[in-house]
T-cell receptor, first 114, second 111 residues
Framework: EAGVVQSPRYKIIEKKQPVAFWCNPI?????LYWYLQNLGQGPELLIR????????DSQLPKDRFSAERLKGVDSTLKIQPAELGDSAVYLC????????????FGEGSRLTVL | AQSVAQPEDQVNVAEGNPLTVKCTYS??????LFWYVQYPNRGLQFLLK??????LVKGSYGFEAEFNKSQTSFHLKKPSALVSDSALYFC?????????FGSGTKLNVKP
């Protein structure tokens, strides 16, 4: 079974530039999460999808961050414009359904903003 | 309010010795508790979880965790540490469709 796939693995951009991250969850997983992980810290939720619906985006900084999950499968997380403080690892995770709890994580996309 | 605390930023242990990584939690209602491990430049990997039942939960790679309701703890343990166990370990609480992660504990196992 293929795991959660994320791309790109690494991205270096200058501040004020846009950036996008892509996630392909495990086939059949209805729940998809985007997390932000700063160095040496635990993941912090940005947004959670149930199928194509964003059911929890309370922690997403909507002035510069946006996300979509068209057709309830792949998802894209965008930052525009990026700021220095956005440098972090962006993790995507999926779960078969809300309530089972267990998350399956991708390897993450490490963003460096110069 | 829901929260998870990992009181140790780092744990050092010699290979072959037992290891414990501590976790305490605060929750309204019954907790779902998890341990995840993260190797450098990788995503988090599931180790084990406690939902209900036996307080001693066995997981991957020889790890186990003990749920203690009176002490609100869920410590991760392994009888004999391996150098390859060196990684970052996260305790997590799942409640009302949200995960609450601890800040992580770096485990260093020295040969």
């Amino acid at each position: 079974e293929a795991g959660v796939v994320q791309s790109p693995r690494y991205k270096i951009i200058e501040k004020k530039q846009p950036v996008a991250f892509w996630c392909n969850p495990i086939s059949g997983h209805n729940t998809l999460y985007w997390y932000l992980q700063n160095l040496g810290q635990g993941p912090e939720l940005l947004i959670r999808y149930e199928n194509e619906e964003a059911v929890d985006d309370s922690q997403l900084p909507k002035d510069r961050f946006s996300a979509e999950r068209l057709k309830g499968v792949d998802s894209t997380l965008k930052i525009q414009p990026a700021e220095l403080g956005d440098s972090a690892v962006y993790l995507c995770a999926s779960s078969p359904e809300a309530g089972t709890g267990e998350l399956f994580f991708g390897e993450g996309s490490r963003l460096t903003v110069l | 309010a829901q929260s998870v605390a990992q009181p140790e930023d780092q744990v050092n242990v010699a290979e072959g010795n037992p290891l414990t990584v501590k976790c305490t939690y605060s929750v309204s209602g019954n907790p779902y508790l998890f341990w995840y491990v993260q190797y450098p430049n990788r995503g988090l990997q599931f180790l084990l979880k406690y939902i209900t039942g036996d307080n001693l939960v066995k997981g991957s790679y020889g790890f186990e965790a003990e749920f203690n309701k009176s002490q609100t703890s869920f410590h991760l343990k392994k009888p004999s540490a391996l150098v390859s166990d060196s990684a970052l370990y996260f305790c997590a609480l799942y409640n009302f469709n949200k995960f609450y992660f601890g800040s992580g504990t770096k485990l260093n196992v020295k040969p």
